[in-house]
Nanobody, 117 residues
C-alpha cells in the first residue's frame, strides 16, 4: 500500500519559519516527481513548489525566495522549508507524489499551517 504522510505544520507568527516533511513509500519515491500544494479556505488548491525525480525544483511566484523544496532520496522524504511566513501562507498543505511513468498520483492527508500573531 502506497503511503504519503506529511508532518511539521503548526502555528507560527508572521516572519517566522516552519519546515514541512513528507515521507512517501519507498516503492514510489525514487520514480516520482514530488510537490507541495496548499489550499486556503474558499480557494482552489494550488502548487507551491515541485521537485522532479532528478531534483529540479520550481516554485510559485508567491513563494519564490522564501520557500525551499528539497528531497532526501535515501530516506524517501521531501521537505519544504518555509521562511518569512506571511498570513496569506495560511492553508492546509498537501504533499503529492506523481509517478514519472504513467498517470498514478498519490496525495497525503494534509497538514495545517497557520500564520498569525
Amino acid at each position: 500500500q502506497v503511503q504519503v504522510v506529511e508532518s511539521g505544520g503548526g502555528l507560527v507568527q508572521p516572519g517566522g519559519s516552519l519546515r514541512l516533511s513528507c515521507a512517501a513509500s519507498r516503492s514510489i519515491f525514487s520514480i516520482s516527481d514530488m510537490g507541495w500544494y496548499r489550499q486556503a479556505p474558499g480557494k482552489q488548491r494550488e502548487l507551491v513548489a515541485g521537485i522532479t525525480s532528478r531534483s529540479f525544483a520550481n516554485y510559485a511566484d508567491s513563494v519564490k525566495g522564501r520557500f525551499t523544496i528539497s528531497r532526501d532520496n535515501d530516506n524517501n522524504t521531501v521537505y519544504l522549508q518555509m521562511n518569512s511566513l506571511k498570513p496569506e501562507d495560511t492553508a492546509v498543505y498537501y504533499c503529492n507524489a506523481r509517478l514519472i511513468v504513467g498517470i498514478a498520483t498519490y496525495w497525503g492527508q494534509g497538514t495545517q499551517v497557520t500564520v498569525s500573531s
